[in-house]
Antibody, heavy 120, light 107 residues
């Protein structure tokens, strides 16, 4: 059974940093691209970014709203995905989802999400 | 960035109704479109990928069509468990972008 379990969310002050983690199981993690998607309270979905797999040199893509502040990394030996968030803004408040990019289908499996609140 | 415009933003329907939701891309995306269902407090769930392919385990009452800029999600006979918010997503180019969502409510 595919499982994605996010952790690391919480309350942080504007300008602060936070690191989210996602533990994957039930599939060959190293084969897949992995994404982060977020959802502000009561709002729609926003793609945050992607890390490709080893075959594609672990290259990354980011949304303009987070580029230069957020960094996506992965550790295939630990089946884990990370999101380092720096210089956080109040508008970064959201539930952050760890999402698998399918071999055939895009964004085919989602974790349950972790809430990040940026507030003073 | 490609803008995805969903319509309607909300609709009221009854069990058994045929429901159609549309998504329009600001430029052509071939068939690089997915549809997702999200229930309150839950993660989104993939229903349709590459515009018309049914994800494994998804009931056959869900179908997708379209190519280029105009896409449709159809629920042939709405069931009680289908009341949710639906989103389209283009993965033709970066950044990936979602539609604004369509909330399907009980009439």
């Amino acid at each position: 059974e595919v499982q994605l379990v996010e952790s690391g969310g919480g309350l942080v002050q504007p300008g602060g940093s936070l690191r989210l983690s996602c533990a994957a199981s039930g599939f060959i993690f190293s084969d897949h691209y992995m994404d982060w998607v977020r959802q502000a309270p009561g709002k729609g979905l926003e793609w945050v970014g992607r890390t490709r797999n080893k075959v594609n040199s672990y290259t990354t893509e980011y949304a303009a709203s987070v580029k230069g502040r957020f960094t996506i990394a992965r550790d295939d030996s630990k089946n884990s995905l990370y999101l380092q968030m720096n210089s956080l803004k109040t508008e970064d408040t959201a539930v952050y989802y760890c999402v698998r990019e399918g071999i055939v289908a895009t964004l085919d499996f989602w974790g349950q999400g972790t809430l990040v609140t940026v507030s003073s | 960035a490609i803008q995805m415009t969903q319509s309607p933003s909300s609709l009221s329907a009854s069990v058994g109704d045929r429901v159609t939701i549309t998504c329009r891309a600001s430029q052509g995306i071939r068939n690089h479109l997915g549809w997702y269902q999200q229930k309150p407090g839950r993660a989104p769930k993939l229903l349709i990928y590459t515009a018309s392919s049914l994800q494994s385990g998804v009931p056959s009452r869900f179908s997708g069509s379209g190519s280029g800029t105009d896409f449709t999600l159809t629920i042939s006979s709405l069931q009680p468990e289908d009341f949710a918010t639906y989103y389209c997503l283009q993965d033709f180019t970066y950044p990936l972008t979602f539609g604004g969502g369509t909330k399907v409510e009980i009439k």
